[in-house]
C-alpha cells in the first residue's frame, strides 16, 4: 500500500506514512495501492487466489506477525479455516475510509499499520469473507492490488442455527424413507445463505438419484426456520445414521443426524447335484433357499436352466418347467425359513451338466450358486484272436488277427496289448493301428491312445510253427478303465 505524508516526513516506498508526533500513534494516509515493496503477497484476481495466500504455509507465520503486532486475541487457525471454505464476496472501500489497522511490509518483513485512511481517487476492489472466533464475529478484508488484509470486529453476536432430522425409526430396503429437515435460526441476527448438506451413505441416493444433499435456505431472520422434504433410497441395510449439517455465511454450523433401521430380505442358495452319473441314468439336483434377513420375502422367485441337451422331470413344490427354465415361485418366506427345490435331468450324452440357480425376491438382492454333473459312459471292450489258418504244417507261417471292439459308451484310453507266443512258435512280423515288435517269445503293440464307442482296431501278427504242437497264443489288454487286464487265448494244431 502507497501513502502520500501530510506532515513534514515523506517516506517514498510505495506507502507514504504521515507521524503526527513521535510521542503519539501513526496515522498512515495512503493514496496508491500494490507498490513490490509494500504489498503483503501479490495482487488478487479471482476468489481462488484469496484462498492461496491463506493456504501458503510460507504467509502464515507473517499473518500470525501481523495479527499479533495488533494485539488480535482470536485463533488464528479460524481466520484460516473460514478462508478456505466461507462465502467470499467481493467488495468497494469508498474513498475516505479509515481501517484500525492494515498489514504491509517494511524490508520484507510483516508490520502492521495503525489507523489507516484510504485517500486514493477512487474506491478500492477488495475480498471479503466472515468467520467467528472466541465468540466474536468478524469480517476480513483484503484489497485486491496488494493482498494486504484488515479485520473488522462485528461484535459478539452472530448467527446460531439448530438443524433438525425427523425419519421413520425403521424402514425397508425397497421402500422410499421419507425425511423431513428443519433448520431454525436460533439467534437474534439474520442468518444469510443457509444452507443444509450431506453426503448420503454409501448406496444410497435420492428419489432424483443424487447422492448428496444440498439445499438452499437462503435468509433466515431471527427466530424464524424452514422445512425441507427428501425421500431417499436405501442401497444397504442394517442401522444407518444419514448425517447432515446446516451452515450460513456467517460461520454458523448445526450438524445432526438421525438413526434408521433398514430391515430386508437376504436370500441364500446353494445347488447340490451328485458328481458323477453313468450315460442314461437320473441326475437328480436340488436347491435350498433360506431367508438369512430380517424381514420376509413377500415373492422369491428361483430359477434354474435345463442345460443343453437335457430334459427335466419330477419338479417338486408347485415348480414348472418352460423356455428352458425350471423356476418356483415362493410366497412369504418368513426369516431364517428355508425351501428345498427339487428337479430331476437326464441326458443322453457323455460330458457335463452345468446348473446355475439364481434367487432373487422383493426387497432382496440376487444371488446365485453353481452345480455340476459329470455324465460318464460304461467301459466295455472286447479282444478277439483269430488265426488264419489251422491246422498248419511245421515250418509254415501263421497269420493271428487281433481286433478290439469298444462295445461301451466310455472312450477306452491308453489301450496296451502283449502277447505271448509258445515255445513252438517264434514271432515274424506285425502290422496294424500301431507299431508292432517283438522277440523269439514276445510280443508288444504300441498303446493306443483312445477307441471311441463302437470303434474296432485291429492288428496282423505272424509267427512260425516251430514244431508240432496244440499251440497257445495268449494276449492281455490294459486300459484306463480296466483294474485288471482282459485275457484271451487262440489255439493252433500244428503237424
Given amino acids: 500500500m502507497n501513502s502520500k505524508p501530510s506532515g513534514v516526513i515523506a517516506l517514498i516506498a510505495g506507502l507514504l506514512l504521515l507521524f503526527v508526533s513521535p510521542a503519539k500513534a501513526q496515522q498512515h494516509r495512503a493514496t496508491r495501492l500494490g507498490h513490490p515493496n509494500t504489498r503483503f503477497a501479490p495482487p488478487l484476481v479471482t476468489a481462488d487466489d484469496l484462498r492461496e495466500r491463506f493456504r501458503d504455509p510460507k504467509l502464515k507465520p507473517d499473518f500470525a506477525e501481523i495479527l499479533r503486532q495488533w494485539g488480535w486475541t482470536g485463533n488464528l487457525e479460524d481466520m484460516h479455516r473460514a478462508a478456505q471454505t466461507a462465502t467470499v ?47 466474536r464475529r468478524y469480517r476480513c478484508v483484503t484489497p485486491k492490488p496488494c493482498s494486504n488484509f484488515f479485520l473488522e470486529d462485528l461484535g459478539s453476536e452472530f448467527p446460531e442455527l439448530k438443524l433438525t432430522l425427523a425419519t421413520p425409526a425403521q424402514s425397508d430396503l425397497c421402500s422410499p424413507i421419507p425425511v423431513k429437515i428443519t433448520v431454525r435460526n436460533t439467534s437474534g441476527v439474520p442468518a444469510t445463505n443457509v444452507r443444509v448438506t ?44 444419514p448425517a447432515m ?16 433401521q433398514v430391515r430386508a430380505a437376504a436370500l441364500s442358495v446353494s445347488c447340490d447335484a451328485p458328481g458323477e452319473v453313468l450315460l442314461g441314468r437320473p441326475v437328480p439336483v436340488c436347491i435350498t433357499v433360506r431367508n438369512q434377513g430380517d424381514r420376509a420375502s413377500s415373492v422369491s422367485i428361483v430359477s434354474l436352466p435345463i442345460p443343453a441337451g437335457a430334459t427335466a422331470t419330477d419338479i417338486n413344490e408347485g415348480g414348472a418347467s418352460a423356455d428352458g427354465i425350471v423356476s418356483w415361485q415362493i410366497h412369504d418366506l418368513q426369516t431364517n425359513e428355508v425351501k428345498k427345490l427339487c428337479a430331476v435331468f437326464k441326458r443322453n450324452e457323455i460330458g457335463v451338466l452345468a446348473f446355475t440357480a439364481t434367487a432373487k425376491g422383493d426387497c432382496a438382492q440376487p444371488t446365485l450358486s453353481e452345480c455340476t454333473t459329470r455324465i460318464i459312459g460304461i467301459p466295455a471292450i472286447l479282444l478277439d484272436a483269430v488265426d488264419l489258418e489251422d491246422p498248419v504244417e511245421v515250418g509254415k507261417d501263421v497269420t493271428y488277427v487281433v481286433k478290439i471292439t469298444n462295445q461301451g459308451t466310455a472312450v477306452g484310453t491308453r489301450i496296451r496289448i ?32 483312445s477307441l471311441e464307442p463302437k470303434g474296432v482296431a485291429e492288428w496282423r501278427i505272424v509267427v512260425k510253427a516251430l514244431r508240432a504242437d496244440d499251440a497257445r497264443f495268449k494276449l492281455e489288454l490294459t486300459s484306463d478303465q480296466f483294474e485288471r487286464p482282459i485275457l484271451e487265448e487262440e489255439s493252433t494244431h500244428q503237424y
Fill in 198 to 241: 450431506g453426503d448420503l451413505p454409501a448406496g444410497w441416493k435420492t428419489e432424483t438419484g443424487r447422492t448428496s444433499l444440498d439445499l438452499a435456505g437462503g435468509e433466515l431472520k431471527p427466530g424464524t426456520g424452514m422445512e425441507f422434504a427428501v425421500r431417499l433410497l436405501a442401497g444397504t441395510s442394517g442401522q444407518v445414521s
Fill in 245 to 260: 449439517k446446516a451452515t450460513c455465511a456467517e460461520g454458523a454450523v448445526s450438524e445432526t443426524s438421525a438413526t434408521i
Fill in 89 to 135: 464476496t467481493e467488495i468497494r472501500i469508498p474513498v475516505g475510509s479509515r481501517m484500525v489497522f492494515m498489514s504491509s511490509r517494511e524490508n520484507g518483513r510483516p508490520i502492521t499499520l495503525r489507523d489507516v485512511l484510504w485517500a486514493g481517487d477512487e474506491p478500492i476492489q477488495a475480498f471479503a469473507f466472515h468467520f467467528s472466533s472466541k465468540g
Fill in 418 to 449: 502283449v502277447c505271448k507266443l509258445p515255445d513252438s512258435q517264434r514271432f515274424m512280423s506285425g502290422s496294424g493301428i500301431t507299431t508292432v515288435h517283438g522277440d523269439d517269445r514276445n510280443v508288444t503293440v504300441d498303446p493306443l491312445p
